[in-house]
């Protein structure tokens, strides 16, 4: 019985799916995606062929929620307002400029766009922008929803609602 119970423990532990966690990715890579993202199917000289770019980090429950952390401490909520547009677009949409694809996305933090959008290219690690692009995709439910954070909106307290009463309580 304890035997069976033993291998049983063992089996359990070696048959457990564990979320991957780099918690030293691998550096930079040399290059930024020179026209993986592409906006048209129009260009000079014919058709040429497409590297196909991956997100590394899709569908990792780890990344999408660093990716809200980055989120909040790079001030993205600044100007997107927590993906609902503010001074920025809204970031939770069906329709995208510049496309909504991980390449896209990746080169839109990357460079940059005109009128707002400023390049993080130099600034922020590339593993730390896929991060960002694996949470904006959750945002459009982009992402599986197990591995989804929930969103953090915070309720702010308004105190016209709050009265303290004699004895210390709230109404």
Known sequence: MRIAAIGFCLFALIGCERDRRELRPAPTRLAIF????RESDLQPGGVHSEPQVQNPYSGNAYAISEGQ???????CAGCHANGGGGMGPPLIKDQWTYGGQPANLFDTIVKGRPN???SWGGRIPE????????YIRSLNHEEPVTATPPRSDHIQQDSGTLMNKPGGGTR
């Open 116 to 118: 707002g959008m400023p």
């Open 127 to 134: 593993y730390q922008v896929w991060q960002l692009v694996a």
């Open 34 to 37: 020179k026209d993986a993202a």
């Open 69 to 75: 952390r980055l989120f909040s401490w790079y001030n």
